[in-house]
């Protein structure tokens, strides 16, 4: 007797043919487990026969009823061979496929296992033979495992740590905690695809064999980081060498100096030292870095400041030593027990002062020297456009000049402003000449009075205008022009009297 957990409706149950006829939930047709022979007396087989119709998910059934029953007899896989497949009718004519039958006990195959073509349509091995493969693979249907994910991804960052750190050389405590959290997330995804549950068994599979890998490479790179850091502790004892090799350097920038007897280090005394490196000297200013100075050396120039005056402000440790005088002179002595060298600078306020004054002094200079050269140019630009604009003057009074010459060119050589004048005067005359031959015509009318008032009031305008020009500036050709202007008027008038 076996025991089967599913969800089905049972149609039919055959006690003698050992075989049950039964529909599944949300399937067309129907499905049929039948009991029958094995390859050998003493095994025998369950042949299940599912409906064509019913695609894929009737596939997916049969799968897991196969599975669910090899799990009981404790066999670890079940393939279905397609080459095996029959097709048979059923009693209410649906049309199916027979799945190839799994051993309903626990017993090998009669074929041999070397024989590909039963392989190929039976598909069937002993529990013994698949306990390996089962690990590794599954056959369960629905969706993958997220952890089986989440291993895989893990592992595969772990994996690239490990390529690093051929290179870094990270500690080996950080290798194993990387490799303890890939691990536990295998073994988490392993449980999350027992038989029975999600898919996902062949990428936690892969997970851990890129943990066992990455372990691998990270270990080989932290054990790299430690001979490489190997030589460096056993060439510590010889770290007098490279001290030795510092102080051969030291030597060599370390020459023969003198004092200066005048500027800011005139204020303070010379060291005793005969040699220095480091030699500024400045208008204000004066540094050096003296070589081959002790500790006792440099308490003595200490006291030999403070004999100088240098107590204003002081300030001394065993290798350092600052402080002013009454003028305001700054001092500061360091001593380097190591290299046996002693800096020393001074910064003279007064030179400061006298410095700060000069720079001031030149930049005064500096900035009235850019005024006057501003107002220059300012003078340069306005004496320029002075002579632009007289330039313009004297060609616009030339182009007036040329203009008035045309013009008197074009009215006989009179100028243009007497011959406006004389025309205008000769017109008026005319009018009033009309204007009298029609009063004396019609017998002097008191109608016409008032228009008589007017032409007198034009005429006194007319004739003002002409009286105030200035005829000493007319041309021979204006007075001849105005003769003849005068000879036309009169003789209107004498034919209108």
Not at 65 to 72: H, M
Request: glycine share 6%; hydrophobic share 40%.
């Amino acid at each position: 007797m076996l025991g089967f957990n599913a969800s089905f409706d049972l149609v039919h149950q055959d006690e003698q043919s050992h075989a049950v006829t039964f529909s599944a939930p949300n399937l067309n047709g129907l499905f049929t487990a039948k009991v029958v022979p094995g390859e050998t007396a003493a095994s025998s087989a369950v042949e299940m026969t599912a409906p064509m119709d019913a695609g894929e998910p009737a596939q997916q059934l049969v799968v897991k009823f196969y599975k669910d029953l090899g799990d009981q007899l404790m066999a670890q896989t079940a393939v279905q061979a397609t080459s095996a497949q029959t097709t048979v009718m059923s009693a209410p004519t649906q049309q199916t496929e027979v799945v190839p039958p799994v051993p309903a006990a626990n017993t090998a195959p009669a074929t041999p296992y070397g024989d590909q073509a039963a392989q190929g349509e039976y598909a069937s091995h002993g529990a013994s033979a698949n306990k390996f493969a089962a690990m590794l693979t599954d056959n369960n249907p629905g969706k993958t495992s997220k952890m089986a994910i989440v291993a895989l991804a893990a592992a595969a960052a772990f994996l690239i740590f490990g390529f690093v750190a051929l290179g870094v050389h990270p500690p080996v405590a950080l290798c194993i905690i990387f490799a303890v959290i890939a691990a536990a997330l295998c073994v988490v995804a392993y449980l999350k695809t027992q038989p029975g549950k999600e898919h996902g068994r062949l990428f936690t599979a892969i997970a851990a064999g890129a943990t066992v890998i990455g372990l691998v490479l990270s270990l080989v790179g932290a054990a790299g980081g430690k001979q490489e850091s190997q030589p460096s502790a056993a060439a510590s004892p010889s770290s007098s060498a490279s001290s030795s090799a510092s102080s051969s350097s030291k030597e060599s920038r370390c020459q023969s100096f003198s004092w200066p007897a005048s500027g800011a280090a005139a204020k303070i005394p010379a060291p005793k030292a005969t040699k220095a490196m480091d030699v500024y000297e400045f208008a204000a200013s004066y540094s050096l870095t003296a070589c081959d100075v002790t500790a006792s050396d440099f308490e003595d120039y200490v006291n030999e400041l403070r004999g100088k005056g240098f107590t204003v402000g002081l300030a001394k440790s065993s290798d350092t030593f600052t402080a002013e005088n009454a003028a305001g002179d700054k001092v500061m002595v360091m001593h380097n027990p190591k290299e046996d060298t002693m800096s020393i600078s001074i910064e003279s306020k007064e030179d400061a002062d006298q410095e700060a004054q000069r720079k001031a002094e030149e930049e005064t200079a500096k900035q009235a020297e850019e005024q006057k050269q501003a107002e220059e140019q300012k003078k340069a630009e306005e004496e320029r456009k002075r002579q632009e604009e007289e330039q313009k003057r004297i060609q616009e009074e030339e182009a007036k000049k040329q203009q008035e010459a045309q013009n008197q060119a074009q009215s006989g050589g009179v100028t243009p402003a007497v011959k406006e004048a004389m025309d205008s005067y000769e017109s008026f005359m005319n009018k009033y000449c009309d204007f009298m031959e029609k009063y004396t015509a019609d017998g002097a009318p008191t109608s016409m009075l008032s228009d008589y008032l007017k032409m007198m009031s034009e005429y006194s305008e007319t004739t003002k205008k002409l009286d105030d020009m200035d005829q000493s500036t007319w041309t021979d050709a204006d007075m001849q022009y105005y003769l003849e202007v005068m000879n036309r008027v009169n003789q209107r008038l004498a034919s209108v009297s």
